[in-house]
């Protein structure tokens, strides 16, 4: 949910400031403004009205607000010039499905547009279907024992031990990824839609909000230093109800990275340190790398298509 103030005066640009817990000279700053400006809102109060110009910047100021610096905000303010609302690309009752084929829970991602990369580039995402979560051992067993797949070297016997069941598979290459989401009549994501998974469309930092909480994802130095279950930290799937989008395991994407051979990852992993999870964040491998923080989930655009298909 987003802060929205039905309309700024100085009073409320003191409110702001003082939440933000900053100077004037270091607010005016954030705005891009002259700080005699910012005084001058602020002793006028009530009275004064920043122009429409400087209003939009102070929109997006709140917009960005951490919970702590929100409530502040709306201590300072009267109850009835403030309003929430949320991202209005998400649906207030998420379209899921179970997948005809690896039997996987999909929800469906709208088409439109986010906020791309760390410069927030405005980028345009056909809809689809995404995987709510990471395509787990029991998951990947059911594709090896129906093709005959080469099994990850951490199994025993070709099989993933009982207490690693609902963890994400690791050690699989992209090769082995993409056979995966070949036999599931799916793909793996682009970068462009696992991006917008995470953030939404008004560029969130994290799959939750623009506060950085460590504790919301299975990272270094706040995970068990080991993979955990997919369905483990509910309090940081993103916008759409996806899981795990920050933190477990890095995750393999169609999209190629900077060099031949080479793909993009996203994610970060239980090996990582919090700031690598941002999901703007660029990352790539050669794609015969194997590692026990690296896994994947899977899309598709035609769960109709894949229905028929067996």
């Known amino acids: 949910m987003i802060t929205l103030l039905d309309k700024w005066t100085g009073a409320e640009v003191r409110a702001l400031r003082l939440a933000r817990r900053m100077s004037l000279v270091e607010f005016a700053a954030h705005l891009g403004v002259d700080d005699r400006l910012v005084s001058k809102w602020e002793a006028g109060g009530a009275k004064v009205r920043p122009r429409p110009v400087?209003?939009?910047?102070?929109?997006?100021?709140?917009?960005?607000?951490?919970n702590d610096e929100r409530l502040r905000f709306?201590?300072?303010?009267?109850?009835?010039?403030?309003?929430?609302?949320?991202?209005?690309?998400?649906?207030?009752?998420?379209?899921?499905?179970?997948?005809?084929?690896?039997?996987?829970?999909?929800?469906?991602?709208?088409a439109g547009i986010y906020?791309?990369?760390?410069?927030?580039?405005?980028e345009w995402v056909d809809g689809f279907f995404l995987d709510i979560f990471p395509v787990t051992n029991s998951d990947y067993a059911r594709f090896v024992a129906a093709t005959a797949h080469r099994p990850p070297q951490h199994w025993i016997d070709g099989r993933p031990a009982p207490e690693i069941a609902d963890h994400p598979v690791v050690w699989v290459s992209h090769h082995d990824a993409a056979?995966?989401?070949?036999w599931a009549g799916k793909s793996?994501?682009?970068a462009t839609q696992w991006e917008k998974?995470?953030?939404?469309?008004?560029?969130?930092?994290?799959?939750?909000?623009?506060?950085?909480?460590?504790?919301?994802?299975?990272?270094?130095g706040t995970g068990p230093n080991t993979t955990t279950p997919v369905d483990r930290y509910?309090?940081?799937?993103?916008?759409?109800?996806?899981?795990?989008?920050?933190?477990?395991?890095?995750e393999w994407l169609a999209t190629e990275g900077q060099s031949p051979g080479r793909y993009q990852l996203k994610g970060s992993a239980f090996t990582s340190p919090f700031d690598r999870a941002l999901p703007a964040m660029f990352n790539d491998a050669d794609s015969t790398m194997l590692d026990d923080d690296t896994g994947f989930r899977c899309a598709t655009t035609d769960m109709a298509s894949a229905a028929g298909a067996r």
Not at 179 to 182: C, F, G, H, Q, V
């Open 54 to 66: 400087n209003q939009a910047a102070l929109d997006t100021s709140l917009s960005r607000l951490t």
């Open 74 to 110: 709306t201590e300072r303010v009267s109850p009835d010039m403030v309003s929430e609302t949320r991202d209005t690309d998400v649906p207030m009752q998420p379209t899921t499905a179970r997948h005809p084929i690896d039997g996987k829970l999909m929800t469906w991602i709208p």
């Open 115 to 122: 906020l791309s990369g760390l410069q927030e580039t405005v």
């Open 179 to 182: 056979a995966y989401a070949r």
């Open 188 to 190: 793996l994501p682009s």
């Open 197 to 220: 998974s995470a953030r939404g469309t008004r560029g969130n930092d994290w799959p939750w909000g623009n506060q950085p909480t460590p504790a919301k994802v299975n990272c270094r």
């Open 234 to 250: 509910k309090s940081g799937v993103s916008p759409y109800g996806v899981y795990d989008l920050c933190g477990n395991t890095w």
